[in-house]
């Protein structure tokens, strides 16, 4: 069993680094003239993580994943409103998975 202080130091740590990667993040942005074309670019990529990440699950995925995208992808398309359209989204996953 693994000490209750290296755990706690280890968490401490992580917190640290990735705080630490932010702020550099964050530093080193602030000294750089962003051009349109880097805004552009930026402001995409965003997006394409997300799918990158939503996608393999979806293809590889039981059919609670596949319902909770298409349910999401629908409230999205009605209403444009992403945030609940993901509240919705988990919804539908659970509600599948406990009828399936």
Known sequence: MVNSTLGIAVIIAMALVTYGTRAAGLVIM?????????????????????????????????WGAKGAVGVAILFVALTGQSSLAMVFGILAAVGIRFFL
């Open 30 to 62: 602030s000294r750089i003239r962003v051009t349109k074309r880097a805004e552009a670019f930026l402001t995409a990529l965003s997006g394409s993580v997300l799918v990158a990440l939503i996608v393999p699950e979806t293809i590889g995925g039981d």
